[in-house]
């Protein structure tokens, strides 16, 4: 594949080549599981480029490959999670630096950023991304750092990564971006002027519910030198066959989101349409508030959605989240099979009622994550549950 530039393919194509060659020794046309934990040097400091699998390891070297050429981007880091990830960019930051982050957000960064962060004296500021001015309101000549999700979990707000970006770019702060959501097949932020694109590669990248990780994917040298020797230093690497179970995910991504995005479409305006359910979130329907900029920035509208019913006790909703039989109740996202989760007790568990509330996420809210089999089974399993 040398022989013709990767950047000049079409997307299906570069996601299944992205960092793949023939391995040298036996022409295997997958890339090895290097299980080793070192590496025999000729001389002291006289090695092949690998001295220790913490700091290098030729699958995990293949799979960052892989995710640079996904991303647009020119460096690719994996991590042995999306939050080690995630933590690793905070560990950018120095005591007396403020972060400004959307307030609906993952519960696992919430938890990370106050239970863990703040008490290294790093201040964190919550407001809705969705309006940008929102964010030049808060900024100061501390602010090192905006950290969003677009689509947001679980309310698939959306917010302008592009505007955001001249924000970020004119106060001379950081813009990560969690694109954990729309995977690299639907929405690429470092095109949008991102500056680290932050993916949990458990979710769509590996997309098989087998494998636990994280990336960061950027395009500036030292913002690279300096997540490699965090990643390097502090040690939360994955190891060679999680990233084989990844790279290998890759490969399908295309196919996969397509049907993610299929049944997305068909599974959402059903429960629009259903009598007992009060609201979809969903960024595809026409009246979203920010459809215009997700279908600026984004290729399709995914399989992730949340709804609630117009019976918003948690009862009426234990018993839909009980009763699917397709839909498996479960924590987590992005697998081929569908799954359904139970926010304020599941994912979104550790950021206090007060402020689920406040940002919308009541007890009662649903989210589902959409998988790619039958709709009509889906639809199916749904009407049972909710009826």
Same mark, same amino acid.
């Given at each position: 594949?040398?022989?013709?530039?990767?950047?000049?393919?079409?997307? &299906? !194509?570069?996601?299944?080549?992205?960092?793949?060659?023939?391995?040298?020794? !036996?022409?295997?046309?997958?890339?090895?599981?290097?299980?080793?934990?070192?590496?025999?040097?000729?001389?002291?400091?006289?090695?092949?480029?690998?001295?220790? &699998?913490?700091?290098?390891?030729?699958?995990?070297?293949?799979?960052?490959?892989?995710?640079?050429?996904?991303?647009?981007?020119?460096?690719?880091?994996?991590?042995?999670?999306?939050?080690?990830?995630?933590? &690793?960019?905070?560990?950018?930051?120095?005591?007396?630096?403020?972060?400004?982050?959307?307030?609906?957000?993952?519960?696992?960064?919430?938890?990370?950023?106050?239970?863990?962060?703040?008490?290294?004296?790093?201040?964190?500021?919550?407001?809705?991304?969705?309006?940008?001015?929102?964010?030049?309101?808060?900024?100061?000549?501390?602010?090192?750092?905006?950290?969003?999700?677009?689509?947001?979990?679980?309310?698939?707000?959306?917010?302008?990564?592009?505007?955001?970006?001249?924000?970020?770019?004119?106060?001379?702060?950081?813009?990560?971006?969690?694109?954990?959501?729309?995977?690299?097949?639907?929405?690429?932020?470092?095109?949008?002027?991102?500056?680290?694109?932050?993916?949990?590669?458990?979710?769509?990248?590996?997309?098989?519910?087998?494998?636990?990780?994280?990336?960061?994917?950027?395009?500036?040298?030292?913002?690279?030198?300096?997540?490699?020797?965090?990643?390097?230093?502090?040690?939360?690497?994955?190891?060679?066959?999680?990233?084989?179970?990844?790279?290998?995910?890759?490969?399908?991504?295309?196919?996969?989101?397509?049907?993610?995005?299929?049944?997305?479409?068909?599974?959402?305006?059903?429960?629009?349409?259903?009598?007992?359910?009060?609201?979809?979130?969903?960024?595809?329907?026409?009246?979203?508030?920010?459809?215009?900029?997700?279908?600026?920035?984004?290729?399709?509208?995914?399989?992730?959605?949340?709804?609630?019913?117009?019976?918003?006790?948690?009862?009426?909703? !234990?018993?839909?989240?009980?009763?699917?039989?397709?839909? +498996?109740?479960?924590?987590?996202?992005?697998?081929?099979?569908?799954?359904?989760?139970?926010?304020?007790?599941?994912?979104?568990? +550790?950021?206090?009622?007060?402020?689920?509330?406040?940002?919308?996420?009541?007890?009662?809210?649903?989210?589902?994550?959409?998988?790619?089999?039958?709709? &009509?089974?889906?639809?199916?399993?749904?009407?049972?549950?909710?009826?």
């Amino acid at each position: 594949m040398s022989t013709y530039s990767l950047d000049k393919m079409k997307l &299906a !194509t570069r996601l299944i080549h992205a960092g793949a060659e023939p391995d040298p020794s !036996t022409g295997a046309i997958m890339t090895p599981i290097y299980q080793t934990s070192t590496y025999v040097q000729s001389a002291p400091g006289q090695h092949k480029g690998y001295e220790y &699998a913490r700091s290098q390891n030729p699958t995990r070297a293949a799979l960052e490959s892989a995710l640079a050429i996904i991303e647009n981007g020119k460096f690719g880091l994996a991590f042995s999670s999306g939050v080690a990830a995630t933590d &690793a960019v905070i560990k950018l930051l120095s005591p007396g630096d403020e972060v400004i982050a959307a307030s609906d957000m993952y519960g696992g960064t919430y938890r990370l950023f106050t239970k863990v962060f703040e008490k290294f004296g790093i201040k964190f500021k919550y407001v809705d991304t969705t309006n940008p001015e929102n964010i030049t309101a808060v900024l100061t000549e501390k602010s090192k750092l905006i950290w969003i999700e677009t689509p947001t979990n679980p309310l698939m707000n959306i917010t302008d990564i592009e505007a955001v970006s001249k924000i970020s770019k004119k106060a001379g702060t950081i813009l990560c971006v969690d694109n954990t959501f729309a995977s690299p097949y639907l929405q690429n932020p470092l095109d949008l002027g991102a500056d680290i694109v932050m993916h949990s590669s458990t979710k769509y990248l590996g997309g098989h519910s087998d494998v636990i990780q994280g990336a960061l994917i950027m395009n500036d040298q030292s913002l690279k030198d300096q997540l490699y020797f965090i990643q390097k230093s502090c040690g939360a690497v994955p190891g060679p066959f999680d990233c084989f179970l990844v790279l290998r995910g890759i490969k399908t991504l295309h196919v996969r989101m397509k049907q993610h995005c299929e049944n997305g479409i068909i599974v959402a305006n059903y429960l629009r349409s259903h009598p007992k359910v009060q609201q979809v979130f969903w960024c595809g329907f026409l009246d979203h508030p920010n459809y215009d900029i997700a279908k600026k920035q984004m290729r399709g509208f995914g399989g992730m959605l949340s709804f609630t019913l117009k019976d918003e006790s948690i009862e009426a909703a !234990t018993k839909v989240l009980s009763s699917t039989q397709i839909f +498996s109740l479960a924590e987590s996202l992005g697998g081929v099979e569908s799954l359904i989760n139970h926010p304020a007790s599941m994912t979104h568990a +550790s950021i206090p009622r007060e402020e689920r509330m406040k940002n919308g996420l009541t007890d009662g809210l649903i989210r589902l994550s959409i998988g790619i089999e039958d709709a &009509a089974d889906l639809v199916e399993d749904l009407k049972q549950a909710i009826d």
